[in-house]
Nanobody, 123 residues
Framework: QVQVVESGGGLVQAGGSLRLSCAASGRTFSVTMGWFRQAPGKEREFVTAIRWSDGSTYYTDSVKGRFTISRDNAKDTVYLQMNSLKPEDTAVYYC?????????????????WGQGTQVTVSS
């Protein structure tokens, strides 16, 4: 069992930055941590993920070069640094965790989810 709690959302102007945090607790060994987002009226979509075992990272094309996922092993925390934010990045951002994940972009492979945090980017 893994519990995840997100924090760090808010309102920012286009071009600005935000950092989201996801604190994990429980059996975090060998998990993969992912960030997904859901805009109003749209399906939840993959943003980025990191494998705890080797630090491999994955990004959806629309955030490459702007978002960075990182981890702090000592704190069991994953961070999402979001730079050059655009209005289309506005969504509820969810942290998710799972083990033995084959496809990091597959929402159904993550059994553990946080409550979500709102990110709003104004134009």
């Amino acid at each position: 069992q893994v519990q995840v709690v997100e924090s760090g959302g808010g309102l920012v102007q286009a071009g600005g930055s935000l950092r989201l945090s996801c604190a994990a607790s429980g059996r975090t060994f060998s998990v993969t941590m992912g960030w997904f987002r859901q805009a109003p009226g749209k399906e939840r979509e993959f943003v980025t993920a990191i494998r705890w075992s080797d630090g491999s990272t994955y990004y959806t094309d629309s955030v490459k070069g702007r978002f960075t996922i990182s981890r702090d092993n000592a704190k069991d925390t994953v961070y999402l640094q979001m730079n050059s934010l655009k209005p289309e990045d506005t969504a509820v951002y969810y942290c998710a965790a799972g083990r033995r994940i084959v496809s990091v972009t597959n929402i159904y492979e993550y059994p553990y989810w946080g409550q979500g945090t709102q990110v709003t980017v104004s134009s």
